[in-house]
């Protein structure tokens, strides 16, 4: 069994070439990072921050009031 260490590229242990696993590997960062960006932006638009014990949600209430605050943003809009 093989595992990719932290900081290896999964899409090179895949067999891709090394250039495409570069480019796969740099796309994949930025969704992430987008991603969490995101997140933190929707955190702090929120009253009270996550800190506001009534904000907090758990498992589909929490997911599917996260995609409508994305769906609504209009610069997320078509990122997503």
Same mark, same amino acid.
């Given at each position: 069994m093989?595992? =990719?260490? %932290?900081?290896?590229n999964?899409f090179? &242990?895949?067999? !891709?070439?090394s250039?495409k696993?570069?480019?796969?590997?740099a796309e994949?960062?930025?969704?992430? !990072?987008?991603?969490?960006?995101i997140k933190?932006?929707l955190? =702090?638009e929120?009253?009270?921050? %996550?800190e506001t014990?009534?904000?907090?949600q =758990?498992?589909?209430?929490?997911? &599917?009031?996260s995609e409508?605050?994305l769906r609504?943003?209009?610069?997320?809009k078509?990122r997503?």
């Amino acid at each position: 069994m093989h595992i =990719t260490p %932290a900081g290896g590229n999964v899409f090179a &242990d895949l067999g !891709f070439e090394s250039k495409k696993a570069a480019e796969m590997k740099a796309e994949s960062k930025r969704i992430i !990072f987008e991603k969490q960006a995101i997140k933190v932006c929707l955190m =702090t638009e929120m009253p009270g921050g %996550a800190e506001t014990k009534k904000h907090r949600q =758990t498992g589909e209430a929490e997911n &599917d009031s996260s995609e409508k605050a994305l769906r609504n943003n209009p610069e997320v809009k078509g990122r997503l």
